[in-house]
């Protein structure tokens, strides 16, 4: 079936370059297609990386809202750019860790893909191991979305790892009827589907690991290391507020969405 990836990208200082010199069309020979909604604040090394690579590139208009509000808005957008693109199955995920994924777990990514088709709609989580890699401050607030979402949907599932399997029809069904323009669509979408027959899983994998620090190799040695550098994170407040904002987004979306239900 016509598997598209769905990114979206924003790296204004171009931290992800290198990477995507190594990766890139690694990662693209295993889709069909890829679908990239872009910020026009991105790095233009890494969009011209994309656009060499055959990647659909499409810019944000000057302007556009940023930031945790308007994540939903960019992954609904990315989705039909993908079914744009004729996809049978979109797979959505953020850039940096698609990026990840196929540098270090290439083979699991290609077995994730095959799955694809099995459910409508797939939440492609973290196994313990893989969510464990994560800042204590990442870790702690997204126990707090998880325990939310499982409480309203009734599966013990890891919804924040920013990576969807959607079939056709899920994505159309979605882009149509969510006007969730938060990163609260980590939680909503599955929730909305409930309206429908159309069936949604999960799959727990390694490869959605910590990928953030693929990017700050001078900030790691900085901190003398990489635990250092995380324990640097983690006592930052600022990241403490960030992540408990994100939190409260994503728990509005839940009640948003469970009152819809009724």
Same mark, same amino acid.
């Given at each position: 079936?016509?598997?598209?990836?769905?990114?979206?990208?924003?790296?204004?200082?171009?931290?992800?370059?290198?990477?995507?010199?190594?990766?890139?069309?690694?990662?693209?020979?295993?889709?069909?297609?890829?679908?990239?909604?872009?910020?026009?604040?991105?790095?233009?090394?890494?969009?011209?990386?994309?656009?060499?690579? +055959?990647?659909?590139?499409?810019?944000?208009?000057? +302007?556009?809202?940023?930031?945790?509000?308007?994540?939903?808005?960019?992954?609904?957008?990315? $989705?039909?750019?993908?079914?744009?693109?004729?996809?049978?199955?979109?797979?959505?995920?953020?850039?940096?860790?698609?990026?990840?994924?196929?540098?270090?777990?290439?083979?699991?990514?290609? +077995? $994730?893909?095959?799955?694809?088709?099995?459910?409508?709609f797939t939440v492609l989580g973290r196994t313990q191991r893989a969510f464990e890699t994560?800042?204590? $401050?990442?870790?702690?607030?997204?126990?707090?979305?998880?325990?939310?979402?499982?409480?309203?949907?009734g599966q013990p599932w890891d919804v924040t790892a920013a990576s969807r399997g959607l079939?056709?029809?899920?994505?159309?069904?979605?882009?149509?009827?969510?006007?969730?323009?938060?990163?609260?669509?980590?939680?909503?979408?599955?929730?909305?589907?409930?309206?429908?027959?159309?069936?949604?899983?999960?799959?727990?994998?390694?490869?959605?690991?910590?990928?953030?620090?693929?990017?700050?190799?001078?900030?790691?040695?900085?901190?003398?290391?990489?635990?250092?550098?995380?324990?640097?994170?983690?006592?930052?407040?600022?990241?403490?507020?960030?992540?408990?904002?994100?939190?409260?987004?994503?728990?509005?979306?839940?009640?948003?969405?469970?009152?819809?239900?009724?």
């Amino acid at each position: 079936m016509r598997t598209i990836l769905a990114v979206t990208h924003h790296d204004t200082d171009g931290r992800m370059f290198d990477q995507m010199q190594r990766v890139l069309l690694r990662l693209a020979a295993q889709y069909d297609g890829i679908a990239v909604r872009a910020t026009p604040q991105s790095a233009p090394g890494g969009l011209a990386l994309l656009h060499a690579s +055959g990647a659909a590139v499409a810019l944000e208009l000057p +302007g556009a809202r940023e930031g945790l509000m308007s994540v939903g808005q960019a992954r609904r957008e990315v $989705v039909k750019q993908a079914l744009e693109m004729s996809a049978e199955l979109i797979h959505l995920c953020d850039f940096d860790r698609a990026l990840h994924w196929a540098e270090f777990y290439p083979d699991e990514l290609a +077995g $994730v893909i095959a799955q694809l088709g099995s459910h409508d709609f797939t939440v492609l989580g973290r196994t313990q191991r893989a969510f464990e890699t994560h800042p204590q $401050v990442q870790r702690d607030t997204e126990r707090i979305i998880n325990a939310l979402f499982a409480a309203a949907y009734g599966q013990p599932w890891d919804v924040t790892a920013a990576s969807r399997g959607l079939t056709r029809a899920a994505a159309e069904w979605l882009t149509q009827h969510s006007d969730d323009d938060t990163i609260g669509n980590d939680c909503s979408w599955p929730l909305l589907l409930r309206r429908t027959p159309m069936r949604a899983g999960h799959l727990a994998t390694e490869g959605l690991e910590f990928e953030t620090a693929d990017r700050f190799a001078d900030a790691i040695a900085a901190a003398g290391g990489r635990a250092q550098w995380i324990a640097q994170i983690d006592a930052d407040p600022r990241a403490w507020a960030m992540r408990l904002e994100l939190a409260r987004i994503e728990a509005e979306s839940i009640a948003r969405a469970n009152d819809e239900q009724m």
